[in-house]
């Protein structure tokens, strides 16, 4: 069941090092403006984006739910969804973090354009 939680408990999800590519360090993970929705070992942080409406979606993942992480995923966005009402959830990804997207894929995230950078390309 999927669950709101707080920053503090939500800081083990983000614990093993693998969780915290975008700077998702446990120590600094936001509270004023964030929501934190947790099932089983997935927890997603959400906060709205520069749009009304629109909020944006992170995930942490404890290692022990690895391969096990698409339906309680699904259960979090579809709880947040109900609660909240947005427009649209969306999430940055880097072209060649393989991983997220194909987890973004699975949960039901389309791609919907590109930000082409000096360095990167973001989906």
């Not at 949960?107 to 590109?114: L, P, S």
Request: proline share 5%.
């Amino acid at each position: 069941m999927s669950l709101r939680i707080s920053v503090d408990e939500a800081r083990a999800y983000f614990a093993h090092a693998s969780q915290q590519k975008a700077n998702c360090a446990p120590d600094s993970l936001p509270d004023d403006g964030f929501q934190y929705w947790a099932d089983g070992g997935v927890c997603a942080v959400f906060h709205q984006a520069h749009w009304p409406g629109v909020w944006m979606a992170h995930y942490g993942v404890k290692p022990e739910a690895w391969g096990r992480t698409t339906s309680p995923a699904k259960a979090i966005l579809t709880a947040f969804w109900q609660a909240q009402q947005p427009s649209l959830i969306i999430g940055w990804t880097n072209h060649d973090n393989r991983a997220a997207l194909s987890f973004a894929k699975r949960i039901g995230f389309i791609e919907t354009g590109r930000m082409v950078l000096d360095n990167e390309t973001v989906i």
